[in-house]
C-alpha cells in the first residue's frame, strides 16, 4: 500500500460581501457584521421580484482589475482572478514546476452575466454586435482557465459543477490531484457572480430566498424558528494546497491540514434533500475516516446551514448522528447568516473560514438567531465568537447542492 500523502493549506485568498480580502472579510466575519443590503438598481420593481436585496462583494473589481481585464472576463472570473492573487502571494507565490501545478475552481451557474447580456445584444442589435469574446466568457470553466493561465499550471485545469457545493468539491479535487501524485501544489476554490434579475427571480420562484426586504441584513437566520430562507450572494474563495513534503522543503507557512474529503448523493430529488439526511451522514462519514480521525477529535463545525426551514435541521440532524455524543463538544457556526449564500463560491469560503478558526482557534459566530429552533439539538454559536481549545483539533466543512450533491471537508489543526 502506498503512504498517504498529507495535504496542507499554505495560501489564502477572498473577495465576498464582507471584504476585498481574506483578512477584512475574517474580521468582519467575526464582528458578526452582515453583507447583505438592499439593490441600488429599480431592478426588483421593474420585474416585479418578490426580493429587492442581496449580499453583494464589498469591493467592485474595478478597483482593483486593470481594465482590459474586466473586459474579457465575466464577473464570476473577475472574482477567482483577485481570489486567486491574494491566495498565490499569500503562499510566497511558490516556485513550482508548471507540470506539477494544478488549477481547480469551479462555479455553480458560471457567466450568467455574460450568457445574458449577449442574448440581449443579439435581440436588440443583431448577431454582429455579439462580442467575440462572448463563449469564452460564458463558458463555466472560464475561471478555472483564467486561473490556469494565472499560475501557468500545466498539470489540469478542472471545474466540476454540483451547484452549491461545487467551491468545496473543487478543493476536495484539488486534494486527490495531489494524493494521486498528479500535482505537488493545487489552487482551488470556488466562484459565483449570479446577482442577476433573472437568477433572484427564479430563486425568489422557488421560494428558497427570504423576503425581508424591509431588513436584509437580518434576513439570513439559520437555525432561527423564523427563517424563510438565504439571501443571495456573491464572491470568491480560493486555497493553495500542496503536499505537506512540498511545503516543508520550501519552509512554507501552514495554515491547516486538508485532512479528510467526503462525498455522496442523495438519489432523492432535484431541489429538496433527502428528509433523514442519509447522503449528508455518508459524506461526514467518509470524511471522517478519510481523515483517519473519529468524532471525538471534532470541536468545530461550519454548517451548510442556508436559512431554509426544512434544509436546516436536517443538516443538524445529520451531524448528530454523525458525532453521536461527541457532538456536544462541537461549536457549531452557520456562517451564511453574515455572508448571505455565495453557491459556487460558498464552500470555498467557508472552508477558508474553517481553516481560519483553527487556526486562530476562534470558532466564527451566526447572527440573527433571536427565536433559536428548539428542534436544534446542537450548540450554535451565537452573536459573538467563541474561543476553542488548544492541542490537535480538527472541524467540519458540509456543503450541499441541488441535485443532492454532498460534500465534507475535514481540517486538522498543525
Known sequence: MSPVIDVVVTGLGATTPLGGDVASTWRAALAGESGARSLDNDWAERYEIAVSFAAQIKVKPEEVLPRPEIKRMDPSAQYAIIATREAWADAGSPEVDPTRL??????????IWTTLDAWDTLREKGGRRVLPMTVPMLMPNSPAAYVELEIGARAGAHALVSACASGAEAIGYG??????GRADVVVAGGTEAAIHPMPLAAFAASRTLSTRNDDPATASRPY??????????EGAGIVVLESAEHAAARGAHVYARLAGVGLSSDGYHITSPEPEGRGQVAAMRSALTDARLTASDIVHVNAHATSTVVGDLIEARAVR???????????LSATKSMTGHLLGGAGALETIFTVLALADRTAPPTINVTDPDPELELDLVRDTPRAMRTGPIAAINNSFGFGGHNVALIVASV
Do not use: K, P, T, W
Request: hydrophobic share 50%; charged share 20%.
Open 224 to 233: 432561527d424558528l423564523h427563517r424563510d430562507g438565504f439571501v443571495l450572494g
Open 102 to 111: 494544478g488549477a481547480v475552481v469551479s462555479s455553480g451557474i458560471g457567466g
Open 321 to 331: 448522528e454523525v458525532l453521536g455524543a461527541a457532538a456536544d463538544q462541537v461549536a
Open 175 to 180: 486534494v486527490e490531484m495531489i494524493r494521486s
